[in-house]
């Protein structure tokens, strides 16, 4: 089995938020669970239309991170738009916490 499949059955294997926050937690360093937010922002914000350069200035991180988001979020069937949607119905309506 791949690797990234380990990995997948992994994270499915976790229900419940408190124990993916904990996993989470025991497996990054604060510093890696802050780029993983800021990816997952970074892509939230592009969906929701805010311009690249913005999204720049705004977190202080460069074009070419945000281009690799923006081209995610423009790939025919990708999943994270649909799981922006899932979990927020957009990120405009972005819950906190």
Known sequence: MPFEHDLAALFTAISTKDEMADF???MFSEKELANL???????CDLHSGKS???IAAEHGISLCKIT???KIL???GALTPKLIEKIYGGCNEQKTG
Do not use: D, F, I, T
């Open 52 to 54: 690249q350069r913005s």
């Open 68 to 70: 690799r988001g923006a």
């Open 37 to 43: 937010a800021l990816r997952w922002r970074l892509m």
């Open 74 to 76: 423009q790939r025919e």
């Open 24 to 26: 989470l937690n025991e």
